[in-house]
T-cell receptor, first 114, second 111 residues
């Protein structure tokens, strides 16, 4: 597609439920990032994928968070047993990869845990 | 990890005024980007500028990599420039390609 696409745009879920967030990167982009942005805050790095290499998971805040990506295609971020502190906007970005490449962001998924 | 500091944290401008936003970083970088987050939350790419100077209309940016800072200049500000400006860097020595963001500068342009 023309840009990074994320779905859903908004998600309201009950505490304790699992959620899946989806990211479609720009075609041809081998690198994909997930970030979290709490209200009024900056962007926190979660995870980075580059092609078929092992992902950099160093930003995942707990074992309730996981992400998958098959090759250079769609990625899903899964949050299990959601907590109220998981409420945030989850942003995905993609780039041509390999470092020193411009990253482009999607519009984000606003997650609200009630 | 690399530290990124942006200043000022908040800025209020009269429409038509000029401003300079600053980004300091603690280590050498492969990548530096400036983004504008509009009131709807969308992150818009302004500049990809690991070094040197670039201009795009009323905006320009300069990165002095050897001194570990970057500046974003906004001239003749407009109300549509309001939002949060983020600087993000990729640490060249970290072995990871993650982008580390500063906390942003919140700009309000008033008519």
């Amino acid at each position: 597609g023309a840009g990074v696409s994320q779905s859903p745009s908004n998600k309201v879920t009950e505490k304790g439920k699992d959620v899946e967030l989806r990211c479609d990167p720009i075609s041809g982009h081998t690198a994909l990032y997930w970030y979290r942005q709490r209200l009024g805050q900056g962007l926190e790095f979660l995870i980075y994928f580059q092609g078929n290499s092992a992902p950099d998971k160093s930003g995942l805040p707990s074992d309730r968070f996981s992400a998958e990506r098959t090759g250079e295609s769609v990625s899903t971020l899964t949050i299990q047993r959601t907590q109220q502190e998981d409420s945030a906007v989850y942003l995905c970005a993609s780039s041509l990869g390999g470092g020193a490449a411009e990253a482009f962001f999607g519009q984000g998924t606003r997650l609200t845990v009630v | 990890g690399i530290q990124v500091e942006q200043s000022p944290p908040d800025l209020i401008l009269q429409e038509g005024a000029n401003s300079t936003l600053r980004c300091n970083f603690s280590d050498s970088v492969n990548n530096l980007q400036w983004f504008h987050q509009n009131p709807w939350g969308q992150l818009i790419n302004l500049f990809y500028i690991p070094s040197g100077t670039k201009q795009n209309g009323r905006l320009s940016a300069t990165t002095v990599a050897t001194e570990r800072y970057s500046l974003l200049y906004i001239s003749s500000s407009q109300t549509t420039d309001s939002g949060v400006y983020f600087c993000a860097v990729e640490d060249s020595g970290a072995g990871s390609y993650q982008l580390t963001f500063g906390k942003g500068t919140k700009l309000s342009v008033i008519p």
